[in-house]
C-alpha cells in the first residue's frame, strides 16, 4: 500500500521538514537525502556506550533533535529529545507475532498530541508509518534495499506524501532499522 496522496492536517514537530510535494527520501549512513538532495546528516556515538545516542543535524549543520536509548535496559523507549535535552516524542516497541511494531506519541504542530504506529513485515525489508490521530492513513513507507555481501552499508528508501515533516519520519524510521544499530 503506497502512501495517503496528501495529509489532510500536518503531521509533525519540525515546520521546516514538512514536505509540499511527494518525497522519496533516502538513507545511507550518514547522510538523508530527499529527491536527491542532502537534507538530514546523522551522528552517531560510540556501540560500547551505555546509552545509545544520534544526534540529527539539517544540511546547515544546525542541530535538530537527538534520539537516546539506554543499553541498559532492553524494553526502555527510544527518546527523541530536542537540542537542549527535553524530550519530545517517545517511540516505544511493541509485541507482534512476526515483524516489528513501534509506536511513536508527539505533540505535533498544531498543538495536538498525535500518535503514529509503525508495523514492519517479519524480514524487517518493509514498513509503513500510519497517523493513528487522522484515522491510520499512511505517512511514510520505508524499503529496505537488498543489502551487498560484506558491506556494512544499509540503504533505506522511504516515500512521503505532501504535509509530513520528513526529519520526523527519518527519526521514527531509526527507531525501526535494526533497534538503533544500524549507523554505528
Wanted: proline share 6%.
Amino acid at each position: 500500500m503506497a502512501p495517503s496522496s496528501t495529509s489532510p492536517q500536518p503531521v509533525g514537530i519540525f515546520p521546516q521538514f514538512i514536505s509540499t510535494k511527494p518525497e522519496t527520501i533516502i538513507f545511507t549512513n550518514p547522510i538523508c537525502l530527499a529527491n536527491g538532495t542532502p537534507i538530514l546528516h546523522i551522528e552517531a556515538n560510540s556501540v560500547y556506550s551505555r546509552t545509545y545516542k544520534k544526534k540529527m543535524y539539517d544540511a546547515e549543520g544546525r542541530h535538530l533533535c537527538n534520539l537516546v536509548k539506554s543499553n541498559l535496559h532492553g524494553f526502555t523507549p527510544l527518546i527523541i529529545e530536542d537540542p537542549q535535552g527535553k524530550t519530545v516524542t517517545e517511540v516505544k516497541s511493541g509485541y507482534k507475532l512476526f515483524g516489528s511494531k513501534f509506536t511513536a506519541t508527539f505533540t505535533g504542530l498544531n498543538g495536538k498530541v498525535t500518535t503514529l504506529s509503525m508495523k514492519g513485515n517479519a524480514h524487517e525489508s518493509h514498513a509503513e508509518i500510519k497517523d493513528e490521530t487522522q484515522g491510520g492513513i499512511i505517512v511514510a513507507q520505508i524499503v529496505r534495499e537488498t543489502q551487498k555481501m560484506f558491506s556494512k552499508t544499509v540503504t533505506y528508501t522511504m516515500q512521503v506524501p505532501p504535509g509530513v515533516d520528513m526529519a520526523l519520519m527519518v527519526a521514527v524510521a531509526l527507531a525501526w532499522t535494526g533497534r538503533m544499530s544500524v549507523w554505528t
